[in-house]
C-alpha cells in the first residue's frame, strides 16, 4: 500500500459514517460525515459509495473499519481472537481491493469468558494506547448503542465485555410505553445522579424502569424523568463493567458528551477516569495500522 500521497481513513458504522483524508506527513486535511451507515446503503452499493468517499476526499489508498467489514456490510471481515494488538490486527486485513482499498477486522472474544465481538471500537482502543491517552494496561469503557467494557495489557485487547445499554435507552424512549415521559436527552444533574445511586446499591433496574410510568399515572412524576432513566442503564452498566478490574484510574473512549455521563456514574462507585475523544483516537489508531504495513 503507497502511502506517501497520503491515505483516507473511514469509520464505517451501522447508522453513519466518517472519512478522512490524511496527507503523506499524516496531518488531517479535510473530512466529512453523513448518514450512510451500512443499514442505509441499498443493496449492491457499496462500490458506489466507496466510490463516492474519493469523489470527496481524492482518489488515495482506503483503510475503513467498524460496521463496513460485518456481515452486514461490504465484505465480512474475519474477527481475531483476544488477545489482539496492532500486529494482528494488521496481518488479518480483508482487502476489498488489493493493496488498494483494505478493512481492519473486529475483535472477538470466546470460551470462559464468555462470546463477545466487536467492530471499530479496537481501532480508537489501539489509537488511545499509542498516543498514550490510555494506558498499554487497564480498563478502557466506550460507551454508546453498544458500550463496551476493554481489558488491556500489553498494548492488547485481552477481554471485554459488551453492554446493551445505549440500545436499551433507544428501544425505551422511542418504542415502550415509557415513550412519552423518555423524551429530551439526558442531563448531568440530581435525576441522573439518582438513578446512578440506585442501580449502584443493587436497585431493581426493571422495576425503576416501570416505577417511571407509575409515577406519571398517578400524579407523582420528578419531572426529568429521561435523565433517571439514562442514570438507572448506566449505573447498572457501570456496576457491571467494573467487575472486569477492580483497581486504577478507568479511561473512558468515544463520544465525550457520553464520557461526561459515564464519568459521573463511574465516580459515584469510587473511581477516577480520564476522557479520550473517540474520534482522534480512531486516526491514531488507523495511522499505525498504515505504519505497519
Known amino acids: 500500500m503507497n502511502l506517501r500521497d497520503g491515505y483516507i481513513a473511514v469509520d464505517w458504522g451501522t447508522t453513519n459514517r466518517r472519512a478522512y483524508r490524511i496527507d503523506g ?66 496481518h488479518a486485513i480483508l482487502w476489498a481491493e488489493p493493496g488498494r482499498t483494505g478493512i481492519v477486522p473486529g475483535v472477538s472474544q470466546r470460551g470462559a469468558a464468555g462470546a463477545d465481538v466487536m467492530r471499530g471500537e479496537e481501532v480508537q482502543v489501539i489509537g488511545a494506547i499509542a498516543d498514550g491517552s490510555a494506558p498499554p494496561e487497564g480498563l478502557i469503557c466506550h460507551p454508546g448503542t453498544h458500550a463496551k467494557w476493554i481489558v488491556t495489557a500489553d498494548a492488547r485487547i485481552t477481554a471485554f465485555r459488551t453492554m446493551m445499554t445505549g440500545e436499551m435507552f433507544a428501544l425505551l424512549s422511542e418504542h415502550s410505553i415509557l415513550a412519552e415521559q423518555l423524551t429530551g436527552d439526558a442531563q448531568p444533574g440530581a435525576a441522573f445522579e439518582a438513578g446512578v445511586n440506585e442501580a449502584l446499591c443493587g436497585g431493581d433496574v426493571l422495576s425503576g424502569l416501570f416505577r417511571i410510568r407509575a409515577r406519571y399515572l398517578l400524579g407523582e412524576s420528578k419531572g426529568d424523568e429521561v435523565s433517571y432513566a439514562s442514570g438507572l442503564l448506566i449505573g447498572s452498566d457501570v456496576r457491571a463493567g467494573l467487575l472486569l478490574d477492580g483497581a486504577g484510574s478507568i479511561t473512558l473512549l468515544g463520544r465525550l458528551d457520553l464520557c461526561e455521563l459515564y464519568a459521573i456514574a463511574i465516580g459515584k462507585a469510587g473511581r477516577e477516569t480520564r476522557a479520550v475523544d473517540g474520534a482522534a483516537a480512531f486516526l491514531t489508531g488507523i495511522r499505525c495500522v498504515a505504519e505497519t504495513l
Open 25 to 90: 506527513t499524516g496531518m488531517l486535511v479535510n473530512d466529512f460525515s453523513d448518514d450512510l451507515g451500512v443499514k442505509a446503503v441499498p443493496d449492491g452499493g457499496f462500490e458506489a459509495a466507496v466510490a463516492e468517499i474519493r469523489t470527496k476526499l481524492g482518489d488515495l489508498p482506503m483503510l475503513m473499519a467498524g460496521m463496513v467489514g460485518s456481515n452486514r456490510g461490504w465484505f465480512e471481515a474475519p474477527y481475531i481472537q483476544c488477545p489482539a494488538g496492532i500486529e494482528a490486527l494488521t
